[in-house]
């Protein structure tokens, strides 16, 4: 079985809040999506695509937990710094 690429990931911009919209909350499902193993139905970038909805929030705070960080499912510069480190790992 082949590694994705990291090129297919793009650590978006830090801070993003719930209620945003756009390329960079759509990057930062893709990470969460991959991480976290969301897939098919599943997947935050098809249930709020683009949008950092309730979903999206969940499974940054799923994230940060995991990393040690707490935090509300904020997607602040230490969450960005753990989602960079995460995603270089695989």
């Known amino acids: 079985?082949?590694?994705?690429?990291?090129?297919?990931?793009?650590?978006?911009?830090?801070?993003?809040?719930?209620g945003d919209r756009g390329m960079q909350v759509e990057r930062l499902q893709i990470c969460l999506d991959h991480i976290l193993k969301y897939k098919g139905k599943k997947k935050l970038s098809s249930i709020e695509p683009a949008y950092f909805g309730s979903e999206?929030?969940?499974?940054?705070?799923?994230?940060?937990?995991?990393?040690?960080?707490?935090?509300f499912g904020d997607y602040d510069a230490l969450a960005r710094q753990k989602l960079r480190e995460a995603i270089e790992c695989r």
């Open 56 to 71: 999206t929030r969940l499974a940054l705070r799923e994230f940060r937990l995991i990393c040690n960080i707490g935090g």
């Open 1 to 18: 079985m082949r590694k994705k690429s990291l090129d297919n990931f793009i650590i978006p911009d830090a801070p993003l809040k719930p």
